[in-house]
């Protein structure tokens, strides 16, 4: 659902971009990402299925520049303008994409989950 029409990519292999998903949104659970180190990061199944999403999105932004709006949020995002007649980047496009994406697939359990991870690797911070 995610996919179709929140982003309205219409992809052939709808099984991979799920599988990617996954693989990228258990990856905010992952001690992998709490360290940050980068070059073992880029090399991580995560990071390639984000590359992966990110690529499709990619796609789906070159599409619609050519082709014209239709009805994804996507679009919207790409074409809309505020008051001053200014748009969103297209990293800005893709970054609340993949934003929407996380929203929509992650569970209130699972970032509960993670805020008290966090609470308790910084203690200071609940203060």
């Known amino acids: 659902i995610v996919q179709r029409q929140l982003l309205g990519l219409n992809l052939p292999n ?3 971009f799920r599988e990617k998903l996954k693989i990228w ?3 905010f659970f992952s001690i992998l ?3 940050n180190i980068p070059w073992l990061v880029t090399r991580s199944a995560p990071y390639k299925a984000k590359v992966y999403i990110e690529t ?3 796609a789906k932004i070159d599409s619609l520049l050519k082709h014209g709006p239709d009805d994804s949020i996507i679009s ?3 074409f809309a303008t505020d008051e001053n007649a200014t748009k969103l980047t297209r990293e800005q496009v893709i970054e609340n994409s993949l934003l929407l994406v996380l929203a929509g697939a992650e569970t209130s359990a699972g970032t509960l989950t993670l805020a008290m991870l ?3 690797l910084h203690p200071n911070k609940y203060h």
């Open 118 to 120: 966090l609470l308790g």
């Open 56 to 58: 499709q999105l990619e």
């Open 14 to 16: 709808v099984d991979a």
């Open 76 to 78: 919207n995002m790409l």
């Open 33 to 35: 990402t709490l360290i």
């Open 25 to 27: 949104t258990k990856a």
